[in-house]
Each structure stands twice: as structure tokens, then as C-alpha cells.
């Protein structure tokens, strides 16, 4: 039966220029073998997309079946739907999302039978890659037209009948994980941040080395407390794969690193502690060569407003049912903070649709469609290692700490709203953000001591709020020329208090604060948000 506790939510960021499902063949009249006009890999070189096929006007019921290859080019991977009833009046088409996902599809892969006179159309939709772990609510419903008709018949429905279709994840809530969680920054903040490196330049483990002598063992260790392992591949367009067996801080592990252009920089998921003698083995990328670095983590930079927007593809298994939700986005993040408390993350997304994998007639559904993937092992962050900062503007933020501060909740809006056209479809297919509805607020409770920031309040000045959030029992990374790294998340907001009200109902003084953050031409920003945590650098396209 359905558990709850056995749901999972995956996701995968889309590329900014192919956002939501996409075609891959339009609507054509069916063959008895047909191919791709547009292939997945096109989208998404190193992912997969699962394939929702569309089926119309259908004179005799058949089936369509789907040969294709995963983005080793070599894994095959097949899927042929359930049959597929010839339409009627009331169900001119059928639609069905393959529970298999593909990088490639064959030529002439896509094989039917039956099927007479029907129309077939195929998009993609983004196989999620990346485990989310969140509690979530799932909402789909319909606008509709019940035309208040006068017929001479005393009753108050005669034609009830469906518009657009809305999808939400009405509850995403979570802990703050500093590095699992970094998707949101990209969606709610920037999506071009500034990324570096801990250190800047990786420490070399390894100098430039022929493939063809693989297993390679590495010349230098990892530093402690561990690394991140950086591979510089050069000489080569093959495809191929770089294994490393090692140690973490949470024991043996092997991991698999894939190249899928040949020549680039790739990075290990896993910050490793030693990697074993011969560790490093490489297939493929043919008379290439590898140099090995390591870094402890990367720090990346955020301001808002921003360029654009990440919109994601998420994976969700509710317990019962598996579906995929293209063309997701952001509408608000929370972040709660409350010193006697953990942190927490209220969010709420948009989606374009909910389109169920697999076959829909299985009863009961017990088994989860989507990719396996590992665990996030970051811990989250508590309340009590925050430390708050106020300097006046025009001043070096984080210099001066506040200590009275004992809760606060920081909430971004992105401002994301969809647009529906006529494209004889129920769902959206374009995001706009409407400016005047980006913000940033903040609502607070502090100790009243003075009246120091009261004034702030009285002059309507503006200053600079500094927020950290970090984790100094399980967050240390990495010490770089006497300088201590932790993961953390920093906020920056030239800010201005909106409400100052004292609070008398306890045994001590307190006051509710609420405010704003307000553009800085001098900054050039309204909110800039520093992450030092140990996600790749290539976090967005992995």
C-alpha cells in the first residue's frame, strides 16, 4: 500500500533556454517506425528525459514502442506502452509518460502497431538528478466553465467543463541543508552567480597523466579534512568515465564521474579523506590525459535582482504514485530562524504539469519510478550558530555583531508569474517576472535594551543587516593560508525597518521588528547572498 514515508522529490535544473517539457516530435501521422526530430541529448547532453507520447484520433487500438540508448551511448533502454484503445468522443487521445528515460532514441526506435490513423506527438521531460530532502504536498486542479444557462430546467449545471489546469507544490518545507539546498539560491536569487574555488587554485594530486595507464593511483593525498577531487581532462573528445574508490568521513565509497564531451573539468560529488592505491580508473577517453586537484569546497555569490532565474524538472514518488513535474518554479522561500529551534525552509512552487509514469491502469501502485539516487549527507543547520551583524550603510558589512536579535524570518519573493497562449493546450509554457512583486522582507522579535535601533526605525535610515548562517560543530571544511572555512550561508541586506512595536506581554521587554531590503545604487544590489558549502562547481548542469 501507499506510504508517505516512503515519498521522494528529485530535480533536475532546466536549461534556461529549453524550460519545461519539450518537443521532440511533433505531431505526425503514425508510422510503423518513425524517428526523433529532436533527440534529448540535444537538451540535456549528459541527462535523460523521460518520453511522453500523445496519442490521437486512433481508429484501432496498438501500442508504440520506444528503443533508445542512456548517455554512455552504449546502455540500451527500451519501453512499450500498455495498449492504447482507439480514441471515442469523449477520449479523443491517450497519453502515456515512459517510466524509462533516454539520452538518445534510435533511428527508427520509435516502433508502433495497431494505431490506425492516429497522430502521434512525443515531448521530453528532464529526469531529476538530485535528491530533495523535503516534505511536500502536491495540489493539481482545473479552472472551469459552468455556463449559467437558461434551458427552462430548474438546476444549476448543465455543461461542466474544464480550462486551464494549475499545479502547485502548495507545501515545500524543509530543513536548511547548506549544501542540498543550494537549487534554491539558483531559483529564487540568481542564476549566475560568482563561483571560485577553496582553495582558488585546486591543490595538485596528481600532474597530467596519460588515461592509458589506468588505474592511475594518486602522487598526493587529499588535505584534511578532506577534498573535493578536481579532473582536468585533456587530448580527447571520447566520451568517457573516471571511478574513484576512496575513503569519506562516512567510510568506503566509489563513485563514478562521468565526461561526456571528453576534454573538460569534472568533479567528484564526494569530499574524500584518501583514495586508495590504483583508485582512479578511467574508461573511454581515448588517448586522453587526466591531472587530478582538490579543493575543500566553493563559494559562490549571489545578488538580487539578477540576471534570470533556474526553473526545474522534479521527480516525485508521493508513496503510490510516480509523476514528473516540468517547468517548475519558485514563488517564495522562508527561512525561519529562532534561536530555541532548528532552522527551517517554507517554499512554495509552480509547475506546468503532473504527468504520471508508467502504466496507469497498475493497482495497486507500491513502487517508486524514479532514478535511484544517494543520500545528501550534510547536516542542518540549527538556529543557535546564527550571528547577526548591522553596520551603517556606506561602511564593510559583517563588522559590527548584534546580539539581541532572537528570531527572524527572511522571505524572498521572486515575482515569477506563468503566461498562458493559445497552443491548444491546458498548461503554460512562459514564466515572466513582474518586478514591482520581487522583494525582500524580514520579520524579527528581539530583546529591548535601548532604543539604539529604534532610532534606526524613528529616521527611516538605512542600514546594512547581515545575516550568517553556519555550522561550526559539523561545518568545518578546510583551513587555506590560516584561514578557517566553514559551509555558511551569508545575507547581505541594505535594509530599513518598517514596524518597531514593544512587546510587554513577558517577563522582559521584547519588540516585533519587520522591514524590508531596499536597492543600493551604491551596491548595486538589494540582497547579496554568499554560500561557502561543498556542492561542485558544475552543481547547475549535473
Known amino acids: 500500500m501507499g506510504s508517505v514515508a516512503r515519498g521522494t522529490l528529485a530535480l533536475a535544473l532546466e536549461p534556461t533556454t529549453n524550460q519545461g517539457r519539450q518537443v521532440l516530435l511533433p505531431a505526425t501521422t503514425v508510422a510503423a517506425s518513425m524517428s526523433l526530430t529532436t533527440q534529448p541529448s540535444s537538451i540535456v547532453p549528459a541527462g535523460h528525459m523521460h518520453l511522453m507520447i500523445v496519442i490521437a484520433g486512433a481508429t484501432a487500438s496498438g501500442t508504440v514502442t520506444i528503443a533508445g540508448k542512456k548517455a554512455d551511448g ?7 506502452t500498455p495498449t492504447i484503445n482507439a480514441a471515442t468522443a469523449n477520449q479523443a487521445q491517450t497519453v502515456y509518460c515512459t517510466a524509462a528515460s533516454y539520452n538518445t532514441v534510435n533511428a527508427n526506435g520509435i516502433t508502433t502497431t495497431g494505431l490506425t490513423n492516429a497522430t502521434i506527438t512525443i515531448y521530453g521531460v528532464i529526469q531529476g538528478t538530485k535528491l530533495v530532502p523535503v516534505t511536500f504536498e502536491v495540489n493539481e486542479k482545473f479552472d472551469y466553465h459552468d455556463p449559467a444557462d437558461h434551458r427552462g430546467i430548474a438546476y444549476g449545471h448543465f455543461r461542466y467543463n474544464q480550462l486551464n489546469k494549475h499545479v502547485t507544490l502548495s507545501k515545500l518545507d524543509s530543513a536548511f541543508y547548506p549544501d542540498t539546498d543550494l537549487w534554491l539560491a539558483l531559483m529564487a536569487v540568481n542564476n549566475n552567480p560568482t563561483v ?104 559562490w555569490v549571489f545578488t538580487l535582482p539578477g540576471s534570470n532565474l533556474y526553473t526545474a524538472a522534479f521527480g516525485i514518488f508521493t508513496g503510490t504514485d510516480s509523476s514528473v513535474y516540468p517547468f517548475g518554479f519558485l514563488e517564495s522561500v522562508e527561512i525561519d530562524h529562532d534561536v530555541t ?101 524580514f520579520d524579527g522579535q528581539i530583546d529591548f535594551r535601548d532604543v539604539v535601533q529604534y532610532e534606526q526605525f524613528r529616521q527611516n535610515q538605512k542600514q546594512l543587516l547581515g545575516i550568517k548562517f553556519a555550522n561550526q560543530q559539523y561545518g568545518y571544511i578546510g583551513n587555506v593560508g590560516g584561514t578557517l572555512y566553514y559551509k555558511s550561508w551569508s545575507f547581505t541586506l541594505p535594509a530599513k525597518y518598517s514596524t518597531f512595536d514593544e512587546d510587554r506581554s513577558k517577563e522582559k521587554v521584547e519588540a516585533k521588528i519587520s522591514g524590508i531590503a531596499e536597492y543600493e545604487p551604491t551596491l548595486g544590489y538589494a540582497m547579496r547572498l554568499e554560500v561557502i558549502n561543498q556542492a561542485s562547481p558544475a552543481y547547475a548542469t549535473t
Do not use: H
Request: negative net charge; charged residues 10%.
Open 341 to 441: 529551534k532548528e532552522m527551517s525552509l517554507v517554499m512554495k512552487a509552480v509547475t506546468q504539469d503532473q504527468v504520471i509514469l508508467g502504466n496507469r491502469a497498475t493497482s495497486p501502485l507500491t513502487q517508486s519510478l524514479l532514478p535511484s539516487l544517494g543520500q545528501p549527507y550534510d547536516m542542518p543547520y540549527a538556529s543557535w550558530p546564527a550571528q547577526i551583524y548591522l553596520d551603517p550603510l556606506g561602511s564593510t558589512p559583517f563588522t559590527t555583531i548584534y546580539n539581541d536579535l532572537m528570531s527572524l524570518k527572511l522571505t524572498i519573493s521572486t515575482g515569477l508569474t506563468p503566461t498562458f497562449v493559445a497552443k491548444a493546450q491546458q498548461v503554460y509554457d512562459r514564466v515572466y517576472q513582474d518586478g514591482p512583486k520581487v522583494d525582500v522582507k
Open 74 to 80: 552504449t546502455t540500451a533502454v527500451s519501453e512499450t
Open 196 to 299: 571560485t574555488t577553496i582553495p582558488s587554485t585546486p591543490t595538485s594530486l596528481l600532474s597530467a597523466t596519460a588515461v592509458s595507464g589506468s588505474p592511475l593511483s594518486l602522487t598526493t593525498q587529499p588535505t584534511s579534512p578532506g577534498m573535493m577531487l578536481v579532473f582536468t581532462v585533456t587530448g580527447t573528445s571520447a566520451y568517457g568515465t573516471i571511478t574513484i574508490t576512496g575513503t569519506t568521513a562516512a567510510g568506503a565509497v566509489t563513485e563514478t564521474v562521468v565526461c561526456p564531451g571528453g576534454a573538460g573539468t569534472f568533479y567528484s560529488s564526494n569530499v574524500y579523506t584518501s583514495v586508495a592505491a590504483s583508485g582512479i580508473s578511467v574508461t573511454g577517453l581515448t588517448s586522453g590525459s587526466v591531472a587530478v586537484g582538490g579543493i575543500f569546497g566553493t563559494d
